[in-house]
Nanobody, 114 residues
Framework: QVQLVESGGGLAQAGGSLRLSCTASRIILSINTMGWYRQAPGKQRELVAG??????NYADSVKGRFTISGDSAKNTVYLQMNSLKPEDTAVYYC?????????WGKGTLVTVSS
């Protein structure tokens, strides 16, 4: 089992930056896939960025602006978000896929003002 705790959300102005953190209860190198999803009001949850086996992937809407990275010593995965836009406003969730099971954090709210 994996517990995930997100932090780093908050209010930012358009064009600004935020960094989200997701700390896992076990060694992240042992986790198959980790990623960040987001869900805006009235919309479905969508993948923002993911990392698996050293490779990364991003939603087209965040390519060039967001970067996912990890610190195995801290069991933490980060999402650096730059050039934020109002449409990035959402609850951001950390996800881990471990032996075929999906685990989720409780989410952290990101609000971007114009």
């Amino acid at each position: 089992q994996v517990q995930l705790v997100e932090s780093g959300g908050g209010l930012a102005q358009a064009g600004g930056s935020l960094r989200l953190s997701c700390t896992a209860s076990r060694i992240i190198l042992s986790i198959n896939t980790m990623g960040w999803y987001r869900q805006a009001p009235g919309k479905q949850r969508e993948l923002v960025a993911g990392t698996s086996g050293g490779s990364t992937n991003y939603a087209d809407s965040v390519k060039g602006r967001f970067t996912i990275s990890g610190d195995s010593a801290k069991n933490t995965v980060y999402l650096q978000m730059n050039s934020l836009k109002p449409e990035d406003t959402a609850v951001y969730y950390c996800n881990a896929k471990f032996y075929g099971v999906n685990y989720w954090g409780k989410g952290t709210l990101v609000t971007v003002s114009s």
